[in-house]
Antibody
Framework: QVHLVESGGGVVQPGGSLRLSCAGS????????MHWVRQAPGKGLEWVAV????????YYGASVKGRFNISRDNSKNTMYLQMNSLRAEDTAVYYC?????????????WGQGTLVTVSS | SYVLTQPPSVSVAPGQTARITCGGD??????VHWYQQKPGQAPILVVY???DRPSGIPERFSGSNSGNTATLTISRVEAGDEADYYC???????????FGPGTKVTVL
């Protein structure tokens, strides 16, 4: 069965950097777009970024564009989110999610999330 | 950017029907997907492409989409359906994904 496991969360100071990872198994990782979605404490879901199946296309939400970078290594079945210039408002649980297709489709599987706390 | 609206909360008695709306400009021309999130858990997909259900999702969950409103309907509501529900679309104009603000369903 499909399994997505996020890692790399933790506490970081404002202005700092952090890299999240998402390891996928139980499906052909290299055939699907992959997303990051976040949820601030007590708030709703916010889409963060997506990367195409081959890594050639990337799209970002307005609140993270220019600060976050999404990438993937299909040889390792792993996706990454490099987060720079972190702000208090980036504090959230970060979920990785699998696209049913490549881009423009729904999120059919989700990981359990990793918590990022930006605080001094 | 595309904006989705949802009622903050819906309350329903067990065995009754809950209807959760998702509003957007001409949303009927988009494919709408719905996710259920229980406290402390990751979201799960309950309806995709307006009205289709993934395997394992009960037939009690159904969807529709027309005009400026998409609707998730939960029939014969059970206590286990208590959760937050989010609609989502892919904005083809911007290639960005948009979530609604979420609706908390309370089973009385």
């Amino acid at each position: 069965q499909v399994h997505l496991v996020e890692s790399g969360g933790g506490v970081v100071q404002p202005g700092g950097s952090l890299r999240l990872s998402c390891a996928g198994s139980g499906f052909t990782f290299s055939r699907h777009g992959m997303h990051w979605v976040r949820q601030a404490p007590g708030k709703g879901l916010e889409w963060v970024a997506v990367i195409s199946y081959d890594g050639r296309k990337e799209y970002y939400g307005a609140s993270v564009k220019g600060r976050f970078n999404i990438s993937r290594d299909n040889s390792k079945n792993t996706m990454y989110l490099q987060m720079n210039s972190l702000r208090a408002e980036d504090t959230a649980v970060y979920y990785c999610a699998k696209d049913n297709y490549d881009l423009g489709d729904y999120f059919d599987y989700w990981g359990q999330g990793t918590l990022v706390t930006v605080s001094s | 950017s595309y904006v989705l609206t949802q009622p903050p909360s819906v309350s329903v008695a067990p065995g009754q029907t809950a209807r959760i709306t998702c509003g957007g400009d001409n949303i009927g021309s988009e494919s709408v997907h719905w996710y259920q999130q229980k406290p402390g858990q990751a979201p799960i997909l309950v309806v995709y492409d307006d009205r289709d259900r993934p395997s394992g999702i009960p037939e009690r969950f159904s969807g529709s989409n027309s005009g400026n409103t998409a609707t998730l309907t939960i029939s014969r509501v059970e206590a286990g359906d208590e959760a937050d529900y989010y609609c989502e679309v892919w904005d083809t104009d911007s290639d960005l994904y948009v979530f609604g603000p979420g609706t908390k369903v309370t089973v009385l």
